[in-house]
């Protein structure tokens, strides 16, 4: 998610690490992901290595990165064409102002609005739950001839229309 935040050289590697040189290992990964801004709460290189199955700790972690990661990439310098964001009124300088994920959600609005969606995106967590905007975006953003439809919203189920969605996302 950020270059250079691990010096490789202080890595243990080999085919067989003992349990001290792993947890060494997960401490530095876990104090690298502090240092560039992760959200690291109950998480220490014993959770992380621990016979208990706490994966979601380890999943959290690796969505936080990831989205990191994704969202630096979020800037009017690498995507131009975001100046079409502009609302009446708004100077540039307001738009780079914005955070990559308010940018994201700018432009995912901006999407569901050309599609005559009347719903609009408020944030990647509640309002994603069912599929809905989703399933509007991809239809919306799809190349012509892309075989991209809408049939998830004719399902009441939400896993159901989840997979649809993935699917058509595909």
């Known amino acids: 998610a ?3 935040t691990i010096d490789e050289r202080v890595i243990n590697t080999g085919a067989k690490l003992g349990i001290f040189k792993q947890h060494e290992n997960l ?9 560039i801004g992760c959200v690291v709460i109950g998480i220490d290189s014993h ?5 208990q199955g706490k994966k979601w ?7 936080q990165l990831i989205k990191m990661y994704l969202f630096k990439q979020i800037t009017i310098s690498q995507v131009p064409g975001l100046v079409n964001l502009l609302r009446p009124g708004e100077t540039l300088e307001d738009l780079m102002k914005m955070s990559p994920e308010d940018i994201l959600l700018r432009w995912i609005n901006h999407q569901l609005e050309k599609a005559g969606y009347d ?11 069912d599929s809905e905007i989703y399933t509007e975006l991809i239809n919306q953003i799809a190349p012509a001839g892309a075989g991209v439809n809408k049939e998830a919203m004719s399902r009441e189920d939400l896993l159901e229309r989840a997979e649809i969605m993935l699917d058509q996302a595909d």
């Not at 401490?27 to 240092?35: M, V």
């Open 47 to 51: 959770t992380l290595n621990s016979s």
């Open 57 to 63: 700790l380890v999943l959290g972690l690796v969505w």
């Open 119 to 129: 719903s609009r995106m408020r944030n990647f967590h509640d309002d994603t739950k």
């Open 27 to 35: 401490t530095l990964a876990i104090n690298s992901a502090k240092a």
């Open 2 to 4: 950020a270059a250079d």
